[in-house]
């Protein structure tokens, strides 16, 4: 790849985290530990929730295979638990490449 090449890719990197900082910190309110903390609890209640279904159908299959709506509410608690794991990825992402900002504090 050629130096100008490489010159024109950094700058697009560049632009693309200015804009993002642009247009997404503003909407984000100041990022703490402590203020991560009720985002990072609803992940882990889905999870929770989806883990204890389950579980709780293997406790109850006594050689049978769940019904149609264990399987439909196991689907959603699924569905539940991805989107809510996907939006904490996009919020460390959005953190990593300098899109949102970050209050550091010593505990």
Known sequence: ???ETNRLL???ERNRRNINHE????GIKELTLDGLEPVLRLVAN???RYLKTWFELGDNAQDRSPTSEEFT??????TEYEELVKAA??????IQRGYLDVKHTTR
């Open 46 to 48: 889905a999870r929770a």
């Open 1 to 3: 790849m050629s130096q």
């Open 10 to 12: 950094m700058e697009v």
């Open 73 to 78: 509410e196991l689907t959603r608690l699924r």
């Open 23 to 26: 247009i997404i910190n503003p």
């Open 89 to 94: 990825q996009a919020m460390e992402t959005a």
